[in-house]
C-alpha cells in the first residue's frame, strides 16, 4: 500500500524548534519530488516547501524561508523539514505529500502532524 | 487573500448537481498550468480528486467531473450525496510567484 506517515508535531514556545518527519512506503520514494503543505486552524491549504527527487532543486514559501528547511533521506525513504524560530502563526497541521508532476499533482498525501506555536 | 479564488461554500440536495469554480489570472491557470482538485472530508488529510484538469485517479466515482477554460477551473459533482459532504479546494502552479497556489476552499453543505 502507498503510505505516508507524518510524525514529529508538538507543542514549542515561540522561537523554539522543531523537526517533522514523514515516512514512506509501498513506492519508490527516491523518484518522487516532494512537498510540504500545512493547514492552520480553520484555514485553507498553504504550499510550504518543495524538495526534488535528486535533491538538486529545492523551493520555500516566503513565509518560512529563512527558518525552515527541508531535507531526505531515500536511503531510509525519509522526508524532513527543520522549522526554526518558530511563530504563532506557524501553527498548523503540516502534511507531506508526494508530487507527481504539473500532470498528476500531489497524489498521495500523509495524515497530517499537529505544531502548536505558544508560550 | 489566496491565488485562486473559490466561493466559500456551497450547498445542494441529495441527487442534484452542484459545481464548484475556482478562478486564477494569466500567471497559473491561464498560462496553461494544470489544476487539480482535492477533497478534504472533516477531521482529515486532502485527497486527491481530480488531476490534470479532468481526469479521475482510481477509485474517484464519475460523479465527479472537473473541466478547465482560459483561467478558470471547474468541479463538477452529479447525483449529490451525504458523503460528499466536504471541503474541496483547487490547486495549480504559479510562475510569477514560482510557487504552488491553491484555492482558499470551499465547503459543500449536502441539505
Known amino acids: 500500500e502507498v503510505q505516508l506517515v507524518d510524525s514529529g508535531g508538538g507543542l514549542v514556545q515561540p522561537g523554539g524548534s522543531l523537526r517533522l518527519s514523514c515516512a514512506a512506503s509501498?513506492?519508490?520514494?527516491?523518484?518522487?519530488?516532494m512537498n510540504w503543505v500545512r493547514q492552520a486552524p480553520g484555514k485553507g491549504l498553504e504550499w510550504v516547501s518543495y524538495i526534488s527527487s535528486s535533491f538538486s532543486t529545492i523551493y520555500y514559501a516566503d513565509s518560512v524561508k529563512g527558518r525552515f528547511t527541508i531535507s531526505r533521506d531515500n536511503a531510509k525513504n525519509s522526508l524532513y523539514l527543520q522549522m526554526n524560530s518558530l511563530r504563532a502563526e506557524d501553527t498548523a497541521v503540516y502534511y507531506c505529500?508526494?508530487?507527481?508532476?504539473?500532470?498528476?499533482?500531489?497524489?498521495?498525501w500523509g495524515q497530517g502532524t499537529t505544531v502548536t506555536v505558544s508560550s | 487573500q489566496s491565488v485562486l479564488t473559490q466561493p466559500p461554500s456551497v450547498s445542494g440536495a441529495p441527487g442534484q448537481r452542484v459545481t464548484i469554480s475556482c478562478t486564477g489570472s494569466?500567471?497559473?491557470?491561464?498560462?496553461?498550468?494544470?489544476v487539480h482538485w482535492y477533497q478534504q472530508l472533516p477531521g482529515t488529510a486532502p485527497k486527491l480528486l481530480i488531476y490534470?484538469?479532468?481526469n479521475r485517479p482510481s477509485g474517484v466515482p464519475d460523479r465527479f467531473s472537473g473541466s478547465k477554460s482560459g483561467t478558470s477551473a471547474s468541479l463538477a459533482i452529479t447525483g449529490l450525496q451525504a458523503e460528499d459532504e466536504a471541503d474541496y479546494y483547487c490547486q495549480s502552479y504559479d510562475s510569477s510567484l514560482s510557487r504552488w497556489v491553491f484555492g482558499g476552499g470551499t465547503k459543500l453543505t449536502v441539505l
Open positions: 505529500a508526494r508530487y507527481s508532476g504539473n500532470y498528476y499533482g500531489m497524489d498521495v
Open positions: 490534470g484538469n479532468s
Open positions: 494569466s500567471s497559473n491557470i491561464g498560462a496553461g498550468y494544470d
Open positions: 509501498g513506492f519508490t520514494f527516491s523518484s518522487y519530488s
